[in-house]
Nanobody, 129 residues
Framework: QVQLVESGGDLVQPGGSLRLSCAASGFTLASHTIGWFRQTPGKEREGVACLSSSDDSPYYTDSVKARFTISRDNAKNTVYLQMNNLKPEDAAVYYC??????????????????????WGRGTQVTVSS
């Protein structure tokens, strides 16, 4: 059974940091394009960060560049999202995602077009003083 299970969401003050984790089971993350989406009430899910199977040149949406870092640990079959200098507008439910498509435009197809094969259930991030 394929599963993505997120953890690490919490309440944090503006300027603070969080690290989200996503443990995968039932498939091998190393052979997939992976990423994080987020959603706030009344808005569509947004691709925040995506990483190819070769782990080069990650994609980040403009609003999180230089603050968020996506990474993976293939030995643990786990994806991470390090979030620094958090802002109130970063508050959302964050979802771990994966796509079996690997190849040309893989990051665009996952993070921008939303061509997701597997979704996690999400973890809540709240940014407030």
């Amino acid at each position: 059974q394929v599963q993505l299970v997120e953890s690490g969401g919490d309440l944090v003050q503006p300027g603070g940091s969080l690290r989200l984790s996503c443990a995968a089971s039932g498939f091998t993350l190393a052979s997939h394009t992976i990423g994080w989406f987020r959603q706030t009430p009344g808005k569509e899910r947004e691709g925040v960060a995506c990483l190819s199977s070769s782990d080069d040149s990650p994609y980040y949406t403009d609003s999180v560049k230089a603050r968020f870092t996506i990474s993976r640990d293939n030995a643990k079959n786990t994806v991470y999202l390090q979030m620094n200098n958090l802002k109130p507008e970063d508050a959302a439910v964050y979802y771990c995602v994966a796509s079996s498509y690997v190849g040309r435009l893989e990051l665009f197809r996952l993070c921008v077009s939303g061509e997701v094969d597997y979704w996690g259930r999400g973890t809540q991030v709240t940014v407030s003083s």
